[in-house]
């Protein structure tokens, strides 16, 4: 069975930092990975999916992220936060020929001016 | 675009009520899903729908029921709402069919949904 862990509910940073969200998996076969973003009273939004080509996806609003399997994760990046990126992200999994995708329990990601 | 639209952005109802909640998507997508979201939970799948009057349970489908009559439109349908189904609720779909390797999902802007 496929599940997905992040690591803190809460991260904060302040405006201009690195933004660093962590994401580990476990699948049986090799996954297919999404991170999504869901600003206030919105729905989620994808950032960005990493579906066995490149290692290092890039996404939007600057966001980057790698898919390491030797460390079974793909973590999220951004060089330099903006109070914009203030929202809540979920790391998703998913392998070939499922419909479902598996999603973490989200991280809070705060902007300190 | 992909556009998936949800009847009622928020909702309150009363205990023992019949609650229909609507999902309407306008790019022909195979899939559809119901999706409750509770602090700390992350996303629970509730059903899906792989085609029209086809449907699977998901993860938590206790207290909840399914219509898929039309390709575009999925209803999530609370029999007798309970306050414990107080949550946000999320559909989503997906292409499924030719894409079904990657299965991304784009998702409505949720109905949340308060049961007194």
């Known amino acids: 069975a496929q599940s997905v862990t992040q690591l803190g509910s809460h991260v904060s940073v302040s405006e201009g930092a690195l933004v660093l969200l962590r994401c580990n998996y476990s699948?049986?076969?090799?996954?297919?990975l999404f991170w999504y973003v869901q600003y206030p009273n919105q729905g989620l939004q994808l950032l960005l999916k990493?579906?066995?080509?490149?290692?290092l996806v890039k996404g939007i609003n600057g966001f980057e992220a790698e898919f390491k399997k030797s460390e079974t994760s793909f973590h999220l990046t951004k060089p330099s936060a903006h109070m914009s990126d203030a929202a809540e992200y979920f790391c998703?999994?998913?392998?070939?020929?499922?419909?479902?995708?598996?999603f973490g329990t989200g991280t809070r990601l705060t902007i300190i001016p | 675009d992909v556009k998936v639209t949800q009847s009622s952005r928020y909702l309150v109802k009363r205990t023992g009520e019949k609650v229909f909640l609507e999902c309407v998507q306008d790019?022909?997508?195979?899939?559809m899903f119901w999706y409750r979201q509770d602090p700390g939970l992350g996303l629970r799948l509730i059903y899906f729908?792989?085609?029209?009057?086809?449907?699977e349970k998901g993860d938590i489908p206790e207290g909840y029921s399914v219509s898929r009559e039309k390709k575009e439109r999925f209803s999530l349908i609370l029999e007798s709402a309970s306050t414990n189904q107080t949550s946000m609720y999320l559909c989503?779909?997906?292409?499924?069919?030719?894409?079904?390797?990657?299965?991304?999902?784009?998702f409505g802007p949720g109905t949340r949904l308060t049961v007194l």
């Open positions: 989503a779909s997906s292409l499924g069919a030719g894409d079904k390797k990657y299965n991304e999902q784009f």
């Open positions: 699948s049986s076969v090799p996954p297919y």
């Open positions: 990493y579906t066995s080509a490149a290692t």
């Open positions: 998703a999994v998913s392998d070939l020929g499922n419909e479902k995708l598996t």
């Open positions: 790019m022909d997508h195979e899939n």
């Open positions: 729908s792989y085609d029209v009057k086809m449907k």
